[in-house]
Every structure is written in structure tokens, then in C-alpha cells.
């Protein structure tokens, strides 16, 4: 564990953008100060510049909403001005349980549905559980620029953490793949028996905050157990460990496996926190809206305490995490989602009943 949290005077104000929407997930920006926001019941709703809320778009295909499951992450084609396509996350059902899946869909015209909903990708297997979907998606870049390809991670379902340790299936994986659903030739496992072709990374518990550096690089973090939250940098073909090593332990105490923290082929986190923070979301300021002492840092949502943590690194948008500061904390509202926007400002969801928007606007 890196440093100690530290509360920092509020250098910044809540203002709400739109409210009434049930336990949001996920923001998307869409042209003309419109916002896209997914509800874990399963719907996903356009709201206005203005803040107002949209009806539940057309078009979604059937969801196992429940527990942690239903409508989870989303996320703009990055040529979505020409294409108006876009990838969500869900929990999809079948008939012998639950998985993750990703699918691709083009919004329409005049923003009331769905169109060409196609899923391009199910985890596999199924099985019967409400937790651990994980579900954050990310596009890759390369030179800057958007490569075609898709990062989307995966939990290993709480009833089977064991599975993280095995190639044979997706459970408490990453995985990358093409924006139809193909695999890359280059992906770590292409080839190999016995392994699933999609995998980047394994060995994780349930990644819900990815996102990309301004160099390409794709950060992560996942909750652990009781204690253990941890930031990655997931690598191709590298194991991080989930359930043989960890800084947490059991539910109520006890440890883990053989209660290690480190293991020969096993990648240690950047960072852990203990105790558990329930991280959601993740996003780098690339903007000086709120002054240049922010630029490069990393926001991470806090579902178990309540706040938006701002994370400074020995250097902008890389390095060892030196610093955390506690903002949003007088809300006390599980943080979901964090993303910027296009006009350089942070905004959050809170996961709630009735859940909010919010921009981050500077003092």
C-alpha cells in the first residue's frame, strides 16, 4: 500500500446535471452537450444539454438485471459523429445462468433507439450468479489514435474465483478483441491449447475501472475481497494473481488461499488499498480546468465510502501513486462512474434509486 489518504479542502463544486435516473452506471458524451447514461435495470437514456431526462431507448436486448447485474458500461465509437455507433456491457441471460456480453449498436437519428444490435461478444461459461460482471470497456489506440480494437474486462463471477487462474474460460479475465467481435492475430494466447483466444491479461477478481493514458497504456483497477483493492497496468499474457495472492482477506476474516501476498509469475498491483475503497470508474484529467496541478492525474470512484478520489502520480499520467485526495466526500454518495467530457470537466454518477449527474465545476 502506497500512501495514506489524505482529506483535502474542497477545491471544487457538485453541480447537478440531471436526477431521477436508477442506479446509473455509466456517461457517454454525445454531440451538442448530450449526455448518454445506462441504468443497471436495463435501460439507457439520452439526457439534454439542459438536464433533461430522455425516455428509455428502444431497441436493448433482454438483460439478467439483478444483484450487480443488468446494464452496465458504455461507450462512444471513437468515430461516432460519422458512424453513431457505440458498445455497451450487460449481464446476458441464457439457460444455464449469466455471463458478461458486449455488444455494438448504432444510435438512431433522432435518438429513441437502438438500431443493428448485435452481440459481438459472450463470456463464457454461464453460470448461475449476480455478482462480479465486471464490465468496463475501453478502445485502444495506437500513434493517438483509435486501433479498431477493444479491451473489455471481466469478474470471475464470486462463486468461481478459481477460474481466474485458468485459460479455459473468461471469468476474472481481460480480454481484447476486434470491434466485430474477432480476435486479434496478436493476442497473447492466439494458438495456444487449451487457452481462450480473446484473453489479454488474467488472474483478476472484478475490474469495474479501465481506461487509457494519453501513451496507450490501459490502467485498471478491481475490488478485492475484504481489503485488497488494487490498481494495474494490465500486460498481455501476465497473471495478476486473483485468488493465490492478495492484499485482502475473507468476507468477516481469514485468509485466502495460503494468505500470500506475492508469488514467482505473478504481477504485483501498483497500488492496493486497505481497507477497501469499492472502487468504480476511472478516468485521467487531461485538461487544466481545475489548474495545472491536476493534469495527469487518475479520479476513481469510491462505492463503499462515498467520494471521488484524486490520485497524483511521481509523474502526470504515470508512476507510483504518491498521493489521494478525498473530494466529494460531503455528498456521500456511491461514486460509479467518472469520465471527462469534452469540455474538460470531470463528471460523475452516483448509484442510487435515484442516482444523479453531476459536473464537477472548479471554485
Not at 455507433?85 to 458478461?100: K, M, R, V
Not at 438500431?115 to 464490465?135: L, N, R, T, Y
Not at 472484478?206 to 485498471?220: E, I, K, M, R, Y
Not at 469520465?339 to 449527474?357: E, S
Request: aromatic share 8%; charged share 25%.
Amino acid at each position: 500500500m502506497a500512501s495514506v489518504a489524505a482529506v483535502q479542502a474542497q477545491t471544487v463544486r457538485p453541480e447537478v446535471v440531471a436526477s431521477d435516473l436508477q442506479n446509473p452506471w455509466a456517461v457517454a458524451f454525445l454531440p451538442e452537450g448530450r449526455f448518454l447514461v445506462t441504468e443497471r435495470p436495463g435501460r439507457m437514456r439520452v439526457i439534454e444539454a439542459n438536464g433533461k431526462v430522455g425516455a428509455a431507448l428502444d431497441g436493448l436486448p433482454r438483460m439478467a438485471a439483478g444483484g450487480q447485474g443488468g446494464l452496465l458500461d458504455l461507450v462512444l465509437d471513437g468515430d461516432f459523429a460519422r458512424n453513431r455507433t457505440l458498445f455497451f456491457c450487460f449481464s446476458e441471460p441464457g439457460p444455464t445462468g449469466n455471463s458478461s456480453a458486449l455488444a455494438r449498436a448504432r444510435l438512431s437519428e433522432d435518438r429513441t433507439r437502438l438500431e443493428d444490435v448485435k452481440v459481438i461478444f459472450s463470456q463464457q461459461p454461464k453460470v448461475a450468479s449476480s455478482a462480479h460482471f465486471g464490465c468496463r470497456i475501453v478502445e485502444s489506440q495506437q500513434a493517438g489514435k483509435p486501433d479498431g480494437l477493444l479491451f473489455l474486462t471481466l469478474g470471475e463471477r464470486f462463486v468461481r474465483k478459481d477460474d481466474a487462474q485458468k485459460l479455459d474460460n473468461h471469468h476474472g479475465k481481460i480480454i481484447r478483441i476486434h470491434k466485430d467481435g474477432r480476435v486479434p492475430a496478436d493476442n497473447p494466447y492466439v494458438g495456444r491449447a487449451g487457452a481462450l483466444p480473446e484473453i489479454w491479461s488474467h488472474g483478476h477478481r472484478n475490474v469495474q475501472g479501465a481506461t487509457l493514458s494519453p501513451d496507450a497504456t490501459l490502467w485498471t483497477h478491481e475490488h478485492g475481497p475484504q481489503g485488497g483493492d488494487e490498481i494495474n497496468l494490465p500486460q498481455p499474457g501476465r497473471n495478476y494473481g486473483w485468488p493465490v495472492i492478495s492484499y485482502g482477506e475473507n468476507y468477516g476474516g481469514g485468509k485466502i488461499g495460503d494468505g500470500i501476498t506475492a508469488k514467482e509469475g505473478m504481477e504485483q498491483p501498483l497500488h492496493y488499498w486497505v481497507p477497501s475503497i469499492a472502487p468504480s470508474g476511472m478516468a485521467f484529467l487531461t485538461s487544466e480546468r481545475y489548474g495545472r496541478a491536476w493534469v495527469g492525474n487518475l479520479f476513481v470512484g469510491s462505492l463503499k465510502f462515498g467520494y471521488l478520489d484524486r490520485i497524483e502520480l511521481t509523474e502526470p499520467f504515470k508512476g507510483k501513486v504518491v498521493r489521494e485526495h478525498k473530494l466529494l466526500a460531503d455528498l456521500g454518495d456511491r461514486i460509479r462512474d467518472v469520465r471527462q467530457g469534452p469540455d474538460g470537466l470531470l463528471y460523475v454518477v452516483t448509484d442510487k434509486t435515484r442516482g444523479q449527474l453531476i459536473r464537477l465545476v472548479p471554485n
